[in-house]
């Protein structure tokens, strides 16, 4: 019986011993990029439109009024929105435009949609002011009541 119990004794110590502890290290980082913003700096305008039928007007984010089926009248030269857009060098972000947008003149409503950049596909910040152009589409109905319309709309910057 004295050499079972010497033998349990010596497989349990044994084992109590034969247990070690490891320790890995791993190293930690971070990386703090300034914040992305976004600045208006110049509105949408369509111009005064002549509503003898229904029509478009269309002007490009590049600036240029593109196409028109309505008349154009008056002095007001049509003229996309601009933004400038400051995001960290080498930072990818995308930028996200509305879908529809209702502008209103008092109970009345007239859509502006199919909203444009030009800043391409890719976008990537370079520390500095980079200006995003941004064109659209008026969309008169037929007999659209006369009336200065206005509303706003977002574009949003986001980094990836």
Request: overall charge negative.
């Amino acid at each position: 019986m004295k050499k079972i119990t010497f033998i349990l004794f010596a497989l349990i110590t044994g084992t109590t011993f034969a247990q070690e502890t490891a320790t890995a290290t791993a190293n930690a980082a971070a990386e703090i990029v300034s914040p992305i913003e976004i600045n208006a700096q110049q509105n949408l305008d369509f111009g005064k439109v002549a509503n003898n039928t229904a029509g478009t007007v269309v002007v490009a984010s590049d600036g240029t009024f593109s196409e028109s089926t309505l008349t154009q009248i008056g002095t007001t030269t049509p003229s996309a929105a601009s933004f400038n857009v400051t995001a960290a060098e080498g930072f990818s972000y995308k930028i996200t435009l509305p879908g529809d947008v209702n502008l209103s003149s008092g109970e009345n409503n007239i859509v502006v949609n199919n909203f444009a950049h030009n800043a391409g596909t890719d976008q990537v910040g370079t520390g500095g002011i980079q200006t995003v152009g941004v064109g659209a589409t008026l969309n008169v109905e037929e007999g659209q009541p006369t009336g200065e319309y206005s509303g706003t709309f977002d574009v949003t910057v986001t980094y990836e």
